[in-house]
């Protein structure tokens, strides 16, 4: 019963997500085929049938959650809110390295595994987003050598 309790106030954010998403967000001129306008449109939709999917057929699985579950789950929330803060101020590439070997850590991988692909997926996420589809990534301490 949680589940449709909790999909229902979701939908109810979707639907005033999804009206200002059809009814506000007016792009003055189109950069890509879809343009501005279309992903919160096309976010809207895809997250209202979300909802709807679990309100009529919820999963049947009882969620225990523990204490180390809730721990981690508040570990991930900082570590979010730190990639956002720090994404302007430092810079697509460490700030994405740094949460990216929190993330990994945090899913168990090894120390030095979690250094290798948080560096590879900052240093490499930057290279394909603002070079190769020219992206406007914040370069951050890195704006001399990009």
């Known amino acids: 019963m949680a589940d449709r309790i909790f999909a229902a106030i979701t939908l109810l954010i979707v639907v005033a997500y999804g009206w200002a998403a ?5 792009a003055p001129f189109q950069y890509d085929p879809l343009g501005p306008e279309s992903w919160p449109r096309i976010l809207s939709v895809l997250a209202g049938l979300c909802c709807l999917w679990i309100i009529f057929k919820p999963d049947v699985d009882k969620i225990d959650i523990t204490h180390n579950v809730l721990v981690r789950l508040v570990i991930m929330v900082v570590l ?4 956002a803060y720090l994404f302007e101020h430092a ?5 994405t390295t740094g949460f990216c070997i929190g993330a990994a850590y945090l899913l168990g991988a090894k120390p030095v595994h979690a250094l290798i692909f948080g560096a590879a997926t900052g240093i490499i996420g930057y290279v394909l987003g603002a070079k ?3 992206l406007n990534l914040p370069a951050g301490l890195f704006k001399s050598l990009f």
């Open 22 to 26: 059809f009814m506000i967000i007016k």
């Open 91 to 95: 810079g697509f590439i460490l700030s």
């Open 80 to 83: 979010l809110l730190g990639y």
């Open 132 to 134: 190769l589809l020219a």
